[in-house]
Nanobody, 122 residues
């Protein structure tokens, strides 16, 4: 079984910064992509950013790429999200995702973390 454990959420003032981390554990042979999604109150879950095993990144919006930075440590099966210049509209539960987690030959999983709350008051 594969688990994702997130940490680093909390309260930040507008213009401040927070860092999130997400570590995958279990019987893992490889992970194709890892990413962060967020779900604001009353809204659907949306992609924030993702990163492939080769380091290629994808940000859902260009303005996020200027404020957020996603990175990954393949050896630790860990993905990070550094969030700068935070705004009240960044308030959401942030979920970690690992896609195409290879647990054995021919067996792949998509796994979600439990979510961590980020609050930026207005």
């Amino acid at each position: 079984q594969v688990q994702l454990v997130e940490s680093g959420g909390g309260l930040a003032q507008p213009g401040g910064s927070l860092s999130l981390s997400c570590a995958a554990s279990g019987r893992i042979l490889s992970i194709d992509a890892m990413g962060w999604y967020r779900q604001a109150p009353g809204k659907e879950r949306e992609l924030v950013a993702s990163i492939n095993s080769d380091g290629r990144t994808n940000y859902a919006e260009s303005n996020l790429e200027g404020r957020f930075n996603i990175s990954r440590d393949n050896a630790k099966n860990t993905v990070y999200l550094r969030m700068n210049s935070l705004k009240p509209e960044d308030t959401a539960v942030y979920y970690c995702n690992a896609r195409n987690v290879r647990v054995r030959v021919g067996r792949y999983l998509d796994v979600w973390g439990q979510g961590t709350l980020v609050t930026v008051p207005s």
